[in-house]
């Protein structure tokens, strides 16, 4: 089915503009066909739909598979360090009983009523300084851990959270797109902080607690790496240690860019802290401190810890080969200049600025599926028009951001790695994960615009 459409252009030259969006269309229809109908694999249904996609798209043949071959390479690069260290941080967290120990205490401390906002209020926090990728990995334990102790629906405990970790990754600085924003509209990160956290917490809100209520129908059984047999409580390792360890990359990330903040740009420091602060390092670091803590400490041999490390990295290759899967065929949009004609396109509808780098950076995102390539290529877009209007840079930044969240779906890495981890079927992500960052993006944008109205009457 998906193949007929490659007749609709020709392979030797561009595909006109307003074939852009239809083979687009076409393509992500044939995702869902493979994986949803043919129970095809997904990474191989990827590579089956990239590759004719790029070449209606108007590549050449040899420019395709590169394309395949640099989204492959740079996703896995930006992710995998991350994924397999936070994978094996992940499994010893649960092992040692520390994940039970932390549920234990916040349920004690809150209730299993509010444990919800218990996890969303944790996932605000952690993910302040903390990248998504890393951010989801350390949290997965914590949230299986509860949902098997008190058996509750994983999908209504965990989106919470979830969604708290993706909103200030597309809204807040020190995140790589918003902080890019910034420094593209130049405006003021303090500025652009605050606002977001005006905007964030209400959409965290609207898309976490209040719309999982209507989640608990959904049956979810977790990646199994991370369900541990419970331990004996006077075997689990204590309260401090099992936070300190299990937190660690938020402590450290955090320590390191409050240095980065305090000191000189241009101290001598300054390569150490960067270096410090790369997503790698952090894990990396993390997970050898709780190899020990974790451990050794608590009576472990050094075989079975590398043992429980290397099932934790057979249980995440398949989810890193769905999201290099997914970084191919946005790779392959990107070098088609896929991106650039659909934002030309948009460009001179008329609308508000604000709501015009929304819907840019939307478009985009749900084309590409790169928060982050959506928000560069939506503020290159909106750049001169900056220039000539009276719009807000700060909340230009945080309407881009929002738009940049808008339906995450196949192209998007962070769609398989929750469907992956959580063990759901399409359906159900799309109504969950997806519907998720929906809601997150509309209600971003809609508190934009409230304090675009606001803020000139506040003086």
Same mark, same amino acid.
């Given at each position: 089915?998906?193949?007929?459409?490659?007749?609709?252009?020709?392979?030797?030259?561009?595909?006109?503009?307003?074939?852009?969006?239809?083979?687009?269309?076409?393509?992500?229809?044939?995702?869902?066909?493979?994986?949803?109908?043919?129970?095809?694999?997904?990474?191989?249904?990827?590579?089956?739909?990239?590759?004719?996609?790029?070449?209606?798209?108007?590549?050449?043949?040899?420019? /395709?598979?590169?394309? /395949?071959?640099?989204?492959?390479?740079?996703?896995?690069?930006?992710?995998?360090?991350?994924?397999?260290?936070?994978?094996?941080?992940?499994?010893?967290?649960?092992?040692?009983?520390?994940?039970?120990?932390?549920?234990?205490?916040?349920?004690?401390?809150?209730?299993?009523?509010?444990?919800?906002?218990?996890?969303?209020?944790?996932?605000?926090?952690?993910?302040?300084?903390?990248?998504?990728?890393?951010?989801?990995?350390?949290?997965?334990?914590?949230?299986?851990?509860?949902?098997?102790?008190?058996?509750?629906?994983?999908?209504?405990?965990?989106?919470?959270?979830?969604?708290?970790?993706?909103?200030?990754?597309?809204?807040?600085?020190?995140?790589?797109?918003?902080?890019?924003?910034?420094?593209?509209?130049?405006?003021?990160?303090?500025?652009?902080?605050?606002?977001?956290?005006? /905007?964030?917490?209400?959409?965290?809100?609207?898309?976490?607690?209040?719309?999982?209520?209507?989640?608990?129908?959904?049956?979810?059984?977790?990646?199994?790496?991370?369900?541990?047999?419970?331990?004996?409580?006077?075997?689990?390792?204590?309260?401090?240690?099992?936070?300190?360890?299990?937190?660690?990359?938020?402590?450290?990330?955090?320590?390191?860019?409050?240095?980065?903040?305090?000191?000189?740009?241009?101290?001598?420091?300054?390569?150490?802290?960067?270096?410090?602060?790369?997503?790698?390092?952090?894990?990396?670091?993390?997970?050898?401190?709780?190899?020990?803590?974790?451990?050794?400490?608590?009576?472990?041999?050094?075989?079975?810890?590398?043992?429980?490390?290397?099932?934790?990295?057979?249980?995440?290759?398949?989810?890193?080969?769905?999201?290099?899967?997914?970084?191919?065929?946005?790779?392959?949009?990107?070098?088609?200049?896929?991106?650039?004609?659909?934002?030309?396109?948009?460009?001179?509808?008329?609308?508000?600025?604000?709501?015009?780098?929304?819907?840019?950076?939307?478009?985009?995102?749900?084309?590409?599926?790169?928060?982050? /390539?959506?928000?560069?290529?939506?503020?290159?877009?909106?750049?001169?028009?900056?220039?000539?209007?009276?719009?807000?840079?700060?909340?230009?930044?945080?309407?881009?951001?929002?738009?940049?969240?808008?339906?995450?779906?196949?192209?998007?890495?962070?769609?398989?790695?929750?469907?992956?981890?959580?063990?759901?079927?399409?359906?159900?992500?799309?109504?969950?994960?997806?519907?998720?960052?929906?809601?997150?993006?509309?209600?971003?944008?809609?508190?934009?615009?409230?304090?675009?109205?606001?803020?000139?009457?506040?003086?």
């Amino acid at each position: 089915m998906f193949f007929s459409f490659l007749s609709l252009t020709s392979f030797s030259h561009p595909a006109l503009p307003h074939m852009t969006l239809l083979i687009i269309l076409l393509a992500v229809l044939a995702l869902i066909v493979l994986i949803s109908w043919g129970k095809v694999n997904a990474f191989l249904a990827f590579l089956l739909v990239t590759i004719p996609a790029g070449l209606a798209l108007g590549l050449a043949p040899a420019r /395709v598979m590169a394309a /395949v071959q640099q989204g492959l390479g740079d996703t896995l690069g930006s992710v995998a360090l991350v994924v397999v260290l936070g994978a094996m941080l992940g499994k010893l967290v649960a092992d040692s009983g520390a994940a039970q120990q932390i549920a234990a205490t916040l349920i004690k401390a809150f209730g299993t009523r509010h444990i919800q906002w218990t996890l969303m209020v944790t996932g605000f926090i952690v993910g302040i300084p903390l990248f998504y990728n890393v951010g989801f990995l350390l949290m997965m334990p914590l949230i299986f851990s509860v949902v098997y102790q008190y058996r509750l629906p994983a999908v209504y405990v965990g989106l919470p959270m979830l969604a708290a970790l993706s909103v200030l990754h597309g809204f807040l600085p020190p995140h790589p797109s918003p902080t890019a924003l910034v420094v593209q509209f130049h405006a003021d990160m303090g500025r652009t902080f605050l606002y977001g956290l005006l /905007v964030a917490v209400p959409a965290i809100i609207i898309a976490g607690p209040l719309y999982t209520r209507t989640l608990k129908g959904i049956v979810s059984q977790p990646l199994a790496t991370f369900v541990a047999e419970p331990v004996p409580t006077e075997a689990l390792p204590g309260r401090v240690n099992s936070f300190v360890s299990s937190l660690l990359p938020v402590l450290v990330l955090g320590v390191v860019l409050g240095l980065r903040a305090a000191l000189p740009p241009g101290g001598p420091l300054a390569p150490a802290l960067n270096f410090l602060a790369d997503p790698g390092v952090v894990m990396l670091l993390s997970l050898v401190v709780a190899t020990f803590s974790l451990g050794t400490s608590l009576g472990k041999s050094r075989a079975a810890i590398m043992e429980a490390y290397a099932a934790a990295v057979r249980d995440v290759a398949p989810i890193l080969l769905i999201i290099g899967g997914a970084g191919a065929l946005k790779e392959v949009l990107v070098a088609s200049g896929a991106s650039s004609q659909i934002a030309a396109g948009l460009s001179h509808t008329g609308l508000p600025p604000l709501v015009l780098g929304w819907l840019i950076a939307g478009i985009i995102r749900v084309c590409l599926g790169s928060a982050t /390539v959506a928000g560069l290529t939506a503020a290159g877009i909106m750049l001169p028009t900056m220039a000539h209007s009276p719009a807000n840079p700060n909340l230009m930044v945080l309407a881009i951001g929002a738009g940049s969240l808008l339906f995450s779906h196949f192209n998007d890495g962070g769609f398989w790695l929750f469907k992956e981890y959580f063990n759901l079927s399409i359906k159900d992500t799309l109504r969950s994960w997806s519907a998720m960052e929906t809601i997150v993006s509309v209600v971003g944008l809609l508190g934009v615009l409230l304090l675009d109205w606001a803020l000139p009457l506040l003086g």
